[in-house]
């Protein structure tokens, strides 16, 4: 009777953890309605498809390897963004969802980006450094390396909730039911770089960040988990799994 009452209670707190997820459908960014691969977002001469370099860099900060775009900080802040009242971000409503596959230079003082997000007066900004992933104020969701290598980050509204979602390397990282915005905005723009924050160089400084961006991708039509993540009823039927095997063992 007291190995089954214990099943009960994990079963049932899986399945409150579990059901915060339920309203966030899985979708690849591969299926992304907005997809820039580096080169899709600076030419090797300018900022192109509505991008443009802003709040203290410009385009001579940018260079491309192969298709990817770097990066490189000679100011405190500098970052690309979407803000030109004809791009695909500004025709949003509601949730969406921002996916950057990213890598962060491994040398001293390589610093790090943000995905800063605004949509209708929602706002949220994904701050990401060599060792951690946090919001800007300060809350660590993360501290695996992201430097050195290519990760893929993701940040979620779920307007339905009013919630924001983190996701690093497919794993959410942020609470199961999400996290509060951050402030409101009258803004509405998608930044990618260092806005704001002042998280690129060792001293969290800008000068001498660089980033390598394979890509930025978005889609202003619902909130998306990655692929990879566990459908709440798949996650339900292992635990199920699992319990049936222990009462047996019992």
């Not at 971000?89 to 790090?112: C, D, F, H, K, Y």
């Amino acid at each position: 009777m007291k190995t089954n009452i214990r099943l009960l209670i994990v079963s049932g707190l899986a399945v409150s953890a579990l059901s915060a997820q339920a309203a966030l459908t899985t979708l690849d960014s591969s299926g992304f309605a907005s997809q820039y691969n580096g080169n899709d977002i600076f030419d090797g001469t300018n900022a192109a498809n509505g991008w443009v370099a802003a709040g203290g860099a410009t385009d001579d900060n940018l260079t491309l390897n192969g298709s990817n775009v770097i990066s490189t900080l000679t100011a405190t802040n500098g970052w690309i963004q979407h803000d030109n009242d004809s791009t695909p971000w500004e025709n949003g409503s509601g949730s969406w969802t921002v996916e950057v596959r990213a890598n962060i230079s491994a040398s001293a003082g390589s610093g790090g980006f943000v995905i800063w997000g605004a949509l209708n007066g929602e706002r949220d900004i994904m701050t990401i450094r060599e060792n951690q992933v946090t919001n800007l104020a300060g809350t660590v969701y993360s501290t695996e390396t992201n430097a050195g290598g290519f990760h893929d980050f993701r940040l979620t509204y779920d307007a339905s909730d009013d919630t924001y979602h983190y996701f690093r390397d497919g794993l959410q990282i942020t609470p199961d039911g999400g996290i509060g915005q951050q402030g409101g905005t009258g803004s509405t723009r998608l930044i990618v770089g260092d806005c704001c924050t002042n998280v690129g160089g060792s001293t969290l400084g800008g000068p001498g960040s660089s980033v390598e961006f394979e890509y930025i991708r978005y889609d202003n039509s619902g909130a998306f988990s990655p692929a990879g993540v566990p459908e709440p009823s798949t996650a339900l039927l292992g635990l199920a799994g699992f319990a049936f095997f222990l009462r047996r063992r019992r």
